[in-house]
C-alpha cells in the first residue's frame, strides 16, 4: 500500500458513544495531522504531531483525543460529541511541519454523523 | 486577522481556459499552494509557489505576486475530470498553513 489511508470511510454515532478514527501513512513522513473539514469553510486544523511529539492542539474540545503511538499511524478518539462536530475528518502527513515547501499528503477523510 | 479569499463556485465548458483566483491577508508569507479536492476523496497536492511569475505543469498554471497578495490557478484544456473543489492555502510567518474555503469548478460540456 502507498500513501495515506483513514478507517472508517463512514461513522454513525449517537452522542454517547465512543469511537476512533484510525489512519497510517505509508510515506516515510515525519510529521501528522487531524483537519476538520465542513462544508464551504477551510479546513481546520485540529492536531499536529512531529516525530510522534504533538506540536499542536487548536483549541480542539477535549471529546476529541489524538494519539500517535509512532510515525505512521495516528488515531483519533471521539467521546461525548456533538452533532455540530458532524464533519469530514481528514488525516494527512508532510515529510517535515513548520516548513515551507512540503506539501500535504491526504487521507480519503472519515465522513461522521453525530446523532 | 488572517484570510483568504476565493470565489465559492465557477463553471467553465469543456475544452475551454478557466482562471481561479487567490487573494491573501497573512502575517508573513512563506508560499502558497493549490490543492485539488474531487467530491467524497482526498485533497491532492498541484502546485507550490514561493517567488513572484508563473509555474507551468502540462494543463495546469499557478501565478503569484507576493505585493498583491494574489495568486490564481490557470486550467487549460478543460477535461470533465477537472470538476473538483480548488483550495489555496498560505504558509505564514509561522509556518501554519492559512486554507480559503474552496472554488467548485463545474465543467459543462
Redesign the interface.
Known sequence: ETG?TQTPRHLVMGMTNKKSLKCEQHLGHNAMYWYKQSA????E?MFVYSLEERVENNSVPSRFSPECPNSSHLFLHLHTLQPEDSALY?CASSQA?????S???????TRLTVT | GQN?DQP?EMTATEGAIVQINCTYQTSGF??L?W?QQHA??????LS?N?LDGLEEKGRFSSFLSRSKGYSYLLLKELQMKDSASY?C?V?DSN????????TKLIIKP
Open positions: 495515506v464551504k469553510k477551510p479546513l486544523l481528514l511541519s513548520g516548513t515551507g515547501g506539501p500535504l499528503h491526504f487521507g480519503n477523510g | 483568504i465559492t512563506n508560499g499552494f490543492y467524497g476523496e482526498a485533497p491532492t497536492f507550490y514561493v483550495l492555502a504558509t509556518y501554519q498553513l492559512i486554507w480559503g474555503a474552496g
